[in-house]
Structures are given as structure tokens and as C-alpha cells.
């Protein structure tokens, strides 16, 4: 058995740098996304850095809600072999496409936390109200849980 150099990594470190479990780590490597870069005589799986950036490129695609069949297809548009120009503008692509999603989850969020701050509001007014109940005809009625 060789020794474990520097630039290769285990599954456990791999999992910990890219903040995901050993378990999605050996998940993509069965989808065919995260191959080890190559195993020891004793058939444990080593990664390198490269790996580790990989992985987290593709949690980030899985957060835009891409399927596997999807991920499978944008990581294998251009090969390894490409030269550096085609893969990294492949690389800008989907950092792109991400940076949309992003921003896209934002105005959801930013819609959503004005609909609570309203809630709130309307809840409020019906806290200084004297009625007994709501009246049908209030413009807040029903805002009560």
C-alpha cells in the first residue's frame, strides 16, 4: 500500500470540506458525478481538492433543484480534456444560472416576508380592539388564528 499524499483526500475530509455527508459523497460517486480521482490498495476511495470543488459545484446545481439526469448533463457538456477556455466558460454559465436562481428565491423571500410584515400588522390592530368578537363586516375579520 502507497502512502496518502498531501493532495489526496479521504471521503471523510472530502464530506467535511464540502459540508455534505459521507453518504452523499458515495451517493454522487454511484451516479457516476464524483468518481475518486483514484483508491488505495485496500480500495478506499481518494480525492483531491479539484474533487472537493466538484462536489460543492455540485450541491450548488442540486440547490437550483436540478435533477441528477441534469447535473449529469451541464458537468459533462464540455470533457475534462477540453482546454481551460471552454471549461470555464462552461463554469460561468452555470454560475449564472445560479446567481438567477438566487435571485429569484430572494424576490420570493423579500414577497413573503412583506406578506408576514401585513399579518403582523393586521393581528396588531385586532390586539386594540374592543369588540368582544369580530364583527363579520371588519376589514381584518378572520386575521385572528
Given at each position: 500500500?502507497?502512502?496518502?499524499?498531501?493532495?489526496?483526500?479521504?471521503?471523510?475530509?472530502?464530506?467535511?470540506?464540502?459540508?455534505?455527508?459521507i453518504?452523499?459523497?458515495?451517493?454522487?460517486?454511484?451516479?457516476?458525478?464524483?468518481?475518486?480521482?483514484?483508491?488505495t490498495?485496500?480500495?478506499i476511495?481518494?480525492?483531491?481538492?479539484?474533487?472537493?470543488?466538484?462536489?460543492?459545484?455540485?450541491?450548488?446545481?442540486?440547490?437550483?433543484?436540478?435533477?441528477?439526469?441534469?447535473?449529469?448533463?451541464?458537468?459533462?457538456?464540455?470533457?475534462?480534456?477540453?482546454d481551460?477556455q471552454k471549461?470555464?466558460?462552461?463554469?460561468?454559465?452555470l454560475?449564472?444560472?445560479?446567481?438567477?436562481?438566487?435571485?429569484?428565491?430572494?424576490?420570493?423571500?423579500?414577497?413573503?416576508?412583506?406578506?408576514i410584515?401585513?399579518?403582523?400588522?393586521?393581528?396588531?390592530?385586532?390586539?386594540?380592539?374592543?369588540?368582544?368578537?369580530?364583527?363579520?363586516?371588519?376589514?381584518?375579520?378572520?386575521?385572528?388564528?
Amino acid at each position: 500500500m502507497f502512502p496518502i499524499t498531501v493532495s489526496q483526500l479521504q471521503i471523510g475530509e472530502v464530506a467535511k470540506r464540502a459540508g455534505v455527508s459521507i453518504r452523499t459523497v458515495r451517493y454522487y460517486d454511484e451516479k457516476g458525478l464524483l468518481p475518486p480521482s483514484s483508491y488505495t490498495s485496500a480500495g478506499i476511495r481518494l480525492y483531491t481538492v479539484k474533487d472537493v470543488n466538484r462536489l460543492i459545484f455540485i450541491r450548488r446545481l442540486k440547490g437550483l433543484g436540478l435533477s441528477i439526469e441534469k447535473i449529469k448533463l451541464y458537468l459533462g457538456e464540455i470533457p475534462e480534456s477540453s482546454d481551460i477556455q471552454k471549461r470555464a466558460e462552461r463554469t460561468i454559465k452555470l454560475l449564472r444560472m445560479q446567481k438567477k436562481k438566487t435571485r429569484e428565491e430572494m424576490a420570493r423571500l423579500t414577497s413573503l416576508e412583506k406578506e408576514i410584515d401585513e399579518s403582523i400588522n393586521r393581528v396588531a390592530i385586532c390586539m386594540g380592539c374592543k369588540a368582544a368578537e369580530c364583527p363579520e363586516p371588519c376589514p381584518l375579520y378572520g386575521c385572528v388564528l
